[in-house]
């Protein structure tokens, strides 16, 4: 092969990649993703999918109430990173999290969720069901 050949193999390699990533953003609004083995347990994605709101399992029973407010940052188009809103107290930072989503099919929605937090965890294997 010459490289003029490799030249435009690489580069429809990376054109074709780009053109068919997906645009979750777009899948996730106004939508509401339940815990795979949940009732209710989930995140509410606002209109835009630049905010979210986590529904406690144990609330189920109450309607939907919600302590925890989530603002959205789009960091790729598969990946977002959740900030916590409302202050807990005035000392503690906001939480983090950073979820990849690695698939929608059939309103099956798979995430790795990758944490944030003190100590050493793995990530951790997600999957939410699409209402």
């Not at 209710?40 to 905010?51: D, S």
Request: some cysteine; overall charge positive.
């Amino acid at each position: 092969m010459n490289h003029k050949t490799i030249f435009s193999t690489i580069l429809l390699i990376i054109l074709s990649c780009s053109t068919f990533a997906q645009n979750y953003q777009q899948s996730l609004k106004g939508k509401y993703l339940v815990l795979a083995d949940a009732e209710c347990a989930g995140l509410k994605f606002n209109a835009q999918a630049t905010a979210a709101a986590w529904q406690n399992e144990m609330d189920c029973s109450h309607g939907y109430y919600n302590k925890d407010a989530w603002r959205i940052t789009w960091i790729a188009p598969e990946i977002f990173v959740m900030t916590e809103v409302i202050r807990p107290n005035e000392i503690s930072p906001p939480r983090n999290e950073i979820y990849k989503i690695m698939s929608i099919q059939n309103k099956t929605v798979t995430v790795t969720n990758y944490w944030t937090g003190w100590g050493n965890h793995k990530p951790e294997l997600q999957k939410f069901r699409m209402k």
